[in-house]
């Protein structure tokens, strides 16, 4: 219940009216113990009005406090309250709410920092957590030391091969007329086009147009493909192509490799498939070794190209030993695929960079089958045949086309129908 409650000091000494007016008289509110008694606490302190003169000078003959405020506590007006009062409840619970935010707090920046590897400066990481960098930059060292060891390697084989072949006074150069790439005498022998590739060309001879040669080495600057031909072996390769007039070659279609290789060819070489055949050893003559398997139009096509002479310096049983180590393939066909149907193809192995004599020989069958290539001319007989089998071909490829072209009107109209 609310009192209002008058000063005494306006009935005791009264004050003139416009006295009255300019001072109003004080105040004061108190609580009743049936509002404070159902919360059981003091109440909360709040700010004092000011006071007259006259208040002020009636509160010194009385024992009551200077303020009139609620921060005076009378014990007789609140009953049944314990005079030693703890802190508020309130107070005390957030002051533990306030402790477990801070604790809180405080965990999860620790909590955070244990996440975080950068605030933990004390503690350096292991090395098990470089183990990418452990691997890729001893790597990428061997790689870079390989690329210009491989690259370097290869030149060499190069070199080594056109200082033997096509230097001045070699094969190549008593041969031919012009040597390189260029049209003078100072132009390079040979013409890099890769890290492992390199081309070679020759020209100013009768019965061919002229000669282009490319090796192709082995990826020596590439270390994932070092790695591979230590498992796969594969050799260093030099193919010439040498482009025969169109005059000076007969209808030739021969082929000499080693056994496997020749089962090959026939089935995917198409001249090959289309007009030769695999030729058994003939008996009462010398022939080729036993590893050799000759591929000819016919029997006497494969006797004409294979002469004692070849058997004795190189394809001969007791000379393919010695000389005949890197020979892979030739290839003679006037049907060839592509603007240059009269080619003839040797394919050989290049060897070390010190042991290129070995490979003089077949590089001496180069000029040796230009020769006899350019001067050979069928029999009767043997033209016959090869007109007849020639004209064949030459029906089959003409229904090809009929019919493709045949297919190609049909699906035309099927088109404008729909």
Same mark, same amino acid.
């Not at 921060?71 to 009953?79: G, R, S, V």
């Not at 890099?192 to 990826?219: I, P, W």
């Not at 089962?263 to 030769?276: G, V, W």
């Not at 004795?312 to 290839?331: L, P, R, T």
């Given at each position: ?18 006295? @009255? ?392 109209? @099927?088109?404008?129908?729909?």
């Amino acid at each position: 219940m609310m009192m209002l409650m008058i000063s005494p000091s306006l009935t005791s000494n009264p004050t003139p009216f416009f006295l @009255l007016s300019l001072h109003p008289p004080s105040i004061s509110l108190s609580l009743s113990t049936s509002t404070l008694e159902s919360h059981h606490a003091p109440p909360d302190s709040a700010p004092s009005q000011p006071e007259s003169p006259a208040s002020a000078h009636d509160s010194d003959s009385t024992p009551k406090p200077a303020s009139a405020s609620f921060d005076y506590w009378d014990e007789d007006e609140f009953e049944g309250i314990p005079h030693n009062l703890n802190s508020p409840p309130v107070t005390r619970v957030v002051d533990e709410s306030a402790a477990t935010v801070s604790e809180s707090d405080a965990g999860s920046g620790a909590k955070n920092s244990e996440e975080d590897p950068r605030s933990d400066a004390k503690f350096p990481k292991k090395l098990s957590s470089y183990w990418v960098e452990i691997v890729c930059v001893p790597f990428l060292v061997l790689f870079t030391i390989n690329y210009f060891m491989g690259k370097r390697e290869n030149e060499n084989i190069a070199l080594a091969w056109a200082t033997k072949f096509a230097a001045k006074d070699s094969i190549f150069d008593k041969n031919f007329s012009l040597l390189g790439v260029g049209e003078t005498e100072d132009s390079p022998l040979l013409l890099k086009e890769g890290q492992n590739v390199f081309r070679f060309y020759a020209s100013g001879r009768r019965f061919c147009s002229g000669l282009l040669a490319t090796m192709e080495l082995k990826s020596r600057h590439d270390l994932i493909s070092r790695f591979y031909n230590m498992v796969v072996p594969c050799k260093d390769e030099i193919t010439f192509e040498v482009y025969m007039n169109d005059e000076a070659m007969d209808q030739v279609v021969f082929a000499l490799a080693r056994k496997k290789l020749a089962k090959t060819m026939h089935k995917e070489e198409r001249d090959l498939q289309r007009f030769a055949a695999l030729v058994t050893p003939p008996s009462g003559r010398k022939w080729v070794v036993e590893e050799l398997q000759v591929v000819s139009e016919s029997k006497e096509v494969a006797g004409d190209l294979i002469t004692d002479v070849v058997l004795d310096q190189v394809f001969g049983d007791k000379a393919f030993e010695k000389f005949g180590k890197g020979f892979i393939s030739m290839h003679f066909s006037d049907q060839h695929l592509g603007s240059n149907k009269k080619m003839l193809v040797f394919k050989f192995a290049i060897p070390d960079a010190n042991n290129m004599a070995d490979m003089t020989r077949l590089v001496a069958l180069i000029p040796y089958y230009i020769d006899l290539i350019g001067r050979y001319k069928l029999s009767s007989h043997a033209r016959s045949k090869t007109e007849a089998a020639r004209l064949k071909i030459a029906q089959e490829i003409y229904k090809e086309l009929q019919n493709a072209r045949q297919e190609a009107l049909q699906k035309k109209k @099927l088109m404008r129908l729909i």
